[in-house]
């Protein structure tokens, strides 16, 4: 008995010891299994990758193909450019017929009588006599650079530029439909430049220059970046000349129907071969320098800005500009220069007298030229046009003397214009508050661009698109479009004021022009 219980216990022993060594080897084995297991979580694809670079056995090629991101993504991304490159396209388009329609509508079309002989400022001899023949035709002198042309009486022997100041009349200086105006800055934005010389006068630098069809005009070269605004800190009078602001104006002015802005188009400019190469002018060739980048550069010399600090650079050698087309010599088409009734003081301290009488337009209507005739609607439409692209800068304006005061302004320096897009400025609006006058032509003209169909930013950015320059970068930024509708709305808003006060006085604010041309 006491030796059964005995092996029993043996038994029972033995197979503890076997269940506990047992136990241990599983426990050997799970601990030596979690010991070799990762600590981290997964880490995402792209961190596997970045893991995988910090390996010795990569070659430059093979990070660089990892750093690429997959082609479905750059297909995405291209199609997306696309989809917004014709977005706007598609919107360009449908502002360039808003700007035909415009132009079709009866307000730019409106029939004019017959232009009589003294209404032209320049006419071309009738048929003479053979024996006097010579003095009615114009040969060149075949000097370098210049074409060997003979111009007589036929328009059609005649350069666009010809054509265009035999085109000027009493009432503007090209008509509303005229196909010489497209042909004429084509040739100022792709003739050959055969001289380029400063001009005289004037406070910034500005140069003329001459094309082998002995045509001149204009350029003010780019001094501010399309983007920028005015410093605040400046005085209106001290505020740079922008090139684009000067396009810009030719633009707006025949959007609104007034035809007054010589034509002006962008070019882009070689500073060495159509500017230093071919200038004649000392002075101006000793300011052509290089700068530390490798662009050329000149100042030339004026008034203000013209120094080493404010020098005007190409990029290295291409410089964008503005090219007007120069109206008739003085020797043959005299203009006279008139002083603002509302000129600014251009001063740092004192005000205007404008500025400070609210009845001050009594005055002015009771002085020549304002006194009668049309001086007083034509400058109101002056106006309009600087308070539109925001110019403080109009401190005289200019007639054909030959036409008296029954005649149109020119609206000529422009470049001070389109400076702030952010700020309106008011006072630029004071003659219109003060004498409360429009004519019927502009006021109906304003009214259909603050239309849908006809809308002033869209009318205005697909015309600026067909200048050269718009293939660089938009001539203006989209803010200063957006100040263009919020102004015009500021100009009938302002007519509309005028109107309820008048009302009360018994007196119109509408000038009917339209009685003139019946």
């Known amino acids: 008995m006491t030796w059964r219980m005995y092996r029993r216990s043996s038994t029972i022993c033995l197979s503890l010891a076997f269940i506990t060594v047992f136990l241990h080897l599983l426990l050997a084995i799970a601990s030596f299994s979690i010991h070799h297991l990762p600590c981290d979580p997964p880490l ?40 917004k490159k014709d977005a706007r396209n598609i919107s360009l388009e449908s502002d360039l017929l808003k700007l035909r329609a415009l132009f079709d509508h009866p307000l730019y079309t409106i029939p004019r009588p017959t232009i009589p002989e003294d209404d032209w400022l320049l006419r071309v001899k009738p048929k003479v006599k053979a024996s006097e023949r010579s003095s ?124 007054r802005v010589p034509p002006v188009v962008g070019r ?98 009771k ?3 304002y006194d009668k ?3 007083l609607v034509d400058f109101m439409d002056m106006v309009i046009l600087d308070f539109l692209m925001s110019n403080m800068d109009r401190h005289h304006y200019e007639t054909f003397e030959k036409f008296g005061n029954n005649t149109f302004l020119l609206h000529l320096d422009n470049g001070r214009a ?38 002033i930013s869209d009318v205005m950015r697909a015309s600026l698109s067909l200048d050269p320059l718009h293939k660089v970068a938009p001539l203006l930024a989209e803010p200063h479009l957006s100040a263009l509708s919020r102004r015009l709305n500021t100009v009938l808003e302002t007519v509309s004021r005028c109107q309820e006060q008048q009302k009360e006085k018994g007196s119109s604010v509408i000038y009917d022009d339209f009685a003139d041309l019946k």
């Open 373 to 375: 005739g049309t001086r």
């Open 418 to 455: 389109f400076g702030r897009h952010s700020k309106d400025e008011p006072s630029i609006l004071t003659p219109l508050k003060q004498c409360c006058r429009i004519r019927r032509s502009t006021w109906l003209r304003l009214r259909l661009l603050a239309s849908p169909q006809y809308h």
């Open 367 to 369: 002085t020549p030229p």
């Open 44 to 83: 995402p694809t792209r961190t596997h990758v970045l893991r995988d670079l910090t390996g010795p056995n990569y070659t430059l090629e093979e990070m660089g193909g990892l750093a690429d991101p997959p082609t479905d993504a750059n297909q995405r991304y291209s199609s997306y450019k696309n989809a």
């Open 136 to 259: 009615q035709m114009w040969s060149s002198a075949s000097q370098d650079g210049y074409e060997d042309v003979k111009w007589n009486s036929s328009s059609s022997s005649h350069p666009p530029w010809l054509r265009f100041h035999l085109g000027i009349t009493r009432w503007g200086l090209y008509p509303h439909t005229d196909p010489n105006i497209e042909l004429l800055t084509q040739q100022l934005a792709t003739l050959h430049i055969v001289s380029a010389v400063q001009k005289s006068g004037g406070t910034q630098l500005k140069l003329v220059m001459s094309f082998p069809n002995y045509g001149q005009a204009l350029f003010k070269p780019m001094k501010q970046e399309r983007h920028e605004e005015t410093n605040y800190n400046l005085y209106y009078f001290s505020d740079f000349e922008r090139h684009n602001a000067e396009i810009a104006a030719f633009h707006l002015d025949r959007i609104l129907g007034y035809r």
């Open 268 to 365: 882009l400019v070689d500073v060495v071969k159509e500017i230093k190469d071919v200038t004649t002018d000392r002075k101006l060739a000793r300011t052509f320098f290089t700068s530390p980048v490798g662009n050329v550069c000149f100042y030339g010399q004026c008034s203000y800005y013209c120094s080493t600090e404010h020098a005007v650079c190409g990029r290295p050698r291409d410089l964008e500009g503005s090219l007007a087309v120069m109206l008739p010599d003085l020797s043959l088409a005299s203009r006279r220069s008139w002083r603002s009734p509302w000129r600014r003081s251009y001063s740092r301290s004192k005000l205007a007298k404008w500025e400070t009488d609210p009845d001050y337009c009594s005055t002015v209507r």
